[in-house]
């Protein structure tokens, strides 16, 4: 079966069950191996639930229209643009010379309790926790490589789904 074949609704809970298996690794590795997130790590977990539901609400609705196709494309677009944003900041703060890093500071829940929400995030954009520090590769990649590579195949995935023209009787 042709995955580029299917239609809108299958596509759209592939790329849902894509986020929650992603989600669910991350959250794997947190517990049982013992890998504590940063919070640029948390932010990552956030824009990929917030992508989770975008696709998984899409899939649910499956909207005959082109336009509505497009309205959860342009969602789609959104949810992984700010993933990407936020992974690539990530894997740029990991690529920084030893030292050179900012400073990571105080832990996520300590902040949530001493700043304001505009505050927060824009403490944690700019480098707090331990962001700088590789604790886990798989190929040579570290995770936020991983998470960025996700963000943009999903991003991708949704896309053509939402933009592709569907010839048929099975126009879903």
Not at 23 to 45: D, V
Not at 73 to 94: D, E, K, T
Not at 116 to 138: A, H, N, S
Request: glycine share 14%.
């Amino acid at each position: 079966m042709n995955p580029f074949r299917w239609s809108f609704r299958a596509q759209f809970l592939a790329g849902f069950l894509g986020c929650a298996a992603l989600l669910s690794y991350a959250i794997y590795t947190q517990l049982y191996q013992g890998l504590e997130p940063c919070p640029l790590c948390i932010f990552q977990r956030m824009a990929y639930a917030a992508l989770a539901v975008v696709f998984l609400i899409g899939g649910l609705h499956a909207p005959r229209a082109m336009g509505g196709r497009r309205f959860y494309g342009g969602l789609v677009a959104l949810a992984s643009l700010v993933g990407i944003g936020i992974a690539g900041r990530h894997v740029w703060l990991q690529l920084l010379p030893k030292g050179t890093a900012p400073s990571c500071g105080p832990p996520l829940s300590f902040l949530q309790e001493t700043l304001g929400p505009m505050e927060l995030v824009r403490k944690v954009l700019t480098g707090t926790g331990d962001c700088g520090t590789v604790d886990w590769t798989l190929f040579g990649l570290s995770m936020p490589v991983w998470s960025l590579i996700g963000f943009v195949l999903l991003a991708g995935w949704g896309l053509y789904a939402a933009f592709r023209r569907r010839k048929g009787r099975n126009r879903l």
